[in-house]
């Protein structure tokens, strides 16, 4: 005897595929939207629809952006000379949210992790080596996140970017060791920017 009908099974199911939702919210959630007006629901499957066809990559920094480029990287006040590596759109996203950084981002959209068979190739890694040739970098601020695979990131990105005639900073105090930093608040981020310490035995900002 089928309980839950097909159309509601369906959409728990879709649901629980999202990161972080299991079954159990996944249904919550299902039922929450059925219970609610179908405008409601209408205006969530339309959101759900446009979202690829009206946001792309920024061709510079590959953040989410309904124009390329984005608004940050086609914005003049922008320091461009100083770049913020980040793991993922959600990490850049943060960081804003302190207003304690005033240069520009390249999003890696992901980190390396061989036994997921992601390396360099897979990562936004050959578009960060080709900004730093066009020369108008002078710092690159690695913040990667303080788990296994964010240090693995940073250690190859480190020795990588010692080619390059460039400051290489790291984010310092504030960021807890296995944290990742969409998940840091505002004032931890924003203390972690300012006190971003040199690496290769350089003395600290």
Known sequence: ?????????????????????????????????LRRPSSEALELSEGLAALHGSICLCGSCFAFSETDPCTICSDARRDASLLCVVEEPGDMMSIEKTAAFRGVYHILHGVLSPMDGIGPDELKMKELFARLRGGNVQEVLIATSSTVPGEATASYLMDRLRRFPVKVTRLACGIPMGMDIKYADEYTLARAIESRRAVDGEKAL
């Open 1 to 33: 005897m089928q309980v839950v009908p097909p159309a509601l099974e369906r959409l728990i199911t879709d649901l629980a595929r999202l990161p972080g939702i299991g079954r159990k919210t996944a249904s919550r959630l299902a039922l929450y939207i």
